[in-house]
């Protein structure tokens, strides 16, 4: 007859051996190893102060017969915190969504209700397959002045906790990031970078709520940022970049009237065109980019031969070796 | 070329014609720039509306001035049409019923806020209150202008407010002023939208005679 206990940490848990009188003979096992008398007080098996270490299967037998009188599975675990409830809406205006996660984790097995109400309606929160622990609402009723009231309840065999956050429509709007930023040099110009993205695709209706953007970028060896806001159309032009110096361009997203910037999108590099260089000298300068810190925003010397997209160290050897050899030979013409 | 002569005169011609002073030439053409200037604001007029609302609800003290107040409506009579709609309906407005909507709603609101400013308590909240009634009446008038520009009718006048009765006791009027700044702040959130669709709608080159209207 096998059951499943639920203990908390740090409690003391008393094993009775089922129907077994205190005084018979038995012998308790822990996932298959014997325990030893000292824990037993009569046929009670006695756990001090339990640990989540002393989760497994515990079998007790009749002393002599060697019969399996009685088997548990103790899990040892903690009662849930308060959960941490967080609703978004990056589709505005179709819904929004709730997920939420345990502050510490519990051990044992959880249960999560989640209940919307808006003003006097209970609204259903479908439940995702994935990720888990989050659930959707679709919107009946657009710009409305009730707030919506979400409670979530997590329940384990050792007690529960609950949370709730309240919140007007317009308030949890926060688009997901601009998708496929793309940023590029421009032909013949060493200052300028041209960036282009799109709307995030779950925002669903660009045309009626159009968004607006924030777009940050900056060389790689400052920590510096800068920034420009536009309200209008998918890409820009960087036209102060200093030359030759890789940047690194980030894009966020907001609906152009109501809520909160998204995250920053996935950061993209691009480094200005740089003119390739007129004169040969007969002197291979082969100078390796570095990337450690530098000082000076001079402009590298223009008698640089090496590709500047090239990696650092021996890469770049490789590919000026190449260019050694075009140089050789031109300056062989030379003598 | 020879058409644009053409259009010219006949704009001269119409607009000096007396029995139309309503047709204006240059107000069609720059509906587009109406609309841009509607929108910008209702967005001015919002940003206005968290100070003013922050400073009256302090006023009327708790619960009203608590961020998590969210009191049941209760069943009385609307005063003001609300800016709650059903998504697809909103989508499905003709610009003439979204502009009727927002007319209809702002020319109530200004109404009960004019009413508001009498009783107000401190001096700085009635000068609040008048500034704020200003500029409300200003997007009164520029909506107006837009719907004229585009031969719309103007909807008749809001009917007088005392059609509910004043509130019995000092709490249950809070909670009218409560919610009436809460449909009015909802009302710019949505006129925002309202109005970017307009927008999107009716591109600013655009010039439409609409010489049926006029009773030619």
Known sequence: DSHIQYERV???????????????????????????????????????????????????????????KYQTYLRVGTPPKEPVLMCRSNNYPKG?????????????????????????????CEKDVFPKNRCHIRYLQLFSTVKYKVTLTVTNALGKNSTTVTFDEFAIVKPDPPESVVAKPVPNNPRRLEVSWQNPSSWPDPESFPLKFFLRYRPLILDQWQHVELSDGTSHTITDAYAGKEYIIQVAAKDNDIGTWSDWSVAVHATPWTEEPKHLTTEAQVTETTSASTSSFMPPPT???????????????????????????YGVLFI | GDSWGIFTFLCAALCNLPALPALNCTEELGAGQSIQKTYDLTRYLEHQLRTLAGTYLNYLGPP?????????????????????????????????????????AYSRLLCYLRALDGQAGTAELRHRLGHFCSSLQGLVLSIAGVMSSLGYPLPAGPPAPPGTPVASNDFLKKMDDFWLLKELQTWLWRSAKDFNRLKKKVPPAVVTLRLEARGF
């Open chain 1, 10 to 68: 740090g409690a003391d848990v008393t094993m009775k051996c089922g129907s077994m009188d205190w005084d018979a003979a038995v012998t308790w096992t822990a996932n298959g190893t014997d325990i030893d008398e000292s824990h037993l007080n009569g046929s009670y098996l006695i756990l001090k102060k339990v640990d989540l270490t002393q989760s497994g299967q515990y079998s007790c037998y009749e002393g002599s017969s060697w019969h399996l």
């Open chain 1, 96 to 124: 929004f969504y709730c997920s939420w996660h345990l502050p510490t984790p519990t051990y044992i097995p959880n249960s999560f209700n989640i209940s919307v109400i808006h003003g006097t309606r209970e609204m259903v």
């Open chain 2, 64 to 104: 009203f001035n608590e961020p998590d107040f969210n009191p049941p409506r209760l069943a009385r009579v609307e005063r003001v049409p609300s800016a709650t709609v059903d998504l697809d309906l909103w989508r499905g407005l003709t610009d003439n019923a979204r502009l009727a909507a927002n007319y209809r």
């Open chain 1, 303 to 329: 008698t640089k031969i090496c590709d500047k997209g090239a990696v650092v160290g021996s890469g770049a050897v490789a590919v000026c070796w190449t260019a050694g050899l075009v140089l050789a030979a």
